[in-house]
């Protein structure tokens, strides 16, 4: 079993910054991948970005030269690091953790951008 916890959402302006954690705890065996995905009110869930195997990442084009995933193996967090955000990237986040063929999520949270 697997749990996570997201913090560090909140309300930001646009061109501002913003750094989102994902703590984990649990089961450590077997780890495919770890990331975060973003949904808006009335839209799709979309994956924003993605440690694969703990060594390549990926981007959605959308954040790609903003975000930057990273993760502290010795604290068990992931991190988001969100830089010039922009009003379309108002969502509510989720981090996640694929072991196996399950995956695990967090609660979710709100990142807001808006002047």
């Known amino acids: 079993q697997v749990q996570l916890v997201e913090s560090g959402g909140g309300l930001v302006q646009p061109g501002g910054s913003l750094r989102l954690s994902c703590a984990a705890s649990g089961s450590a065996f077997n780890i495919i991948a770890r990331g975060w995905y973003r949904q808006a009110p009335g839209k799709e869930r979309e994956q924003v970005a993605t440690?694969?195997?703990?060594?390549?990442?990926n981007y959605a084009d959308s954040v790609k030269g903003r975000f930057t995933i990273s993760r502290d193996n010795a604290k068990n967090t992931m991190y988001l690091q969100m830089n010039s955000l922009k009003p379309v990237d108002t969502a509510v986040y989720f981090c996640?953790?694929?072991?196996?063929?399950?995956?695990?999520w967090g609660q979710g949270t709100q990142v807001t951008v808006s002047s």
């Open positions: 440690i694969n195997n703990g060594v390549s990442t």
């Open positions: 996640y953790q694929r072991n196996g063929y399950r995956y695990y």
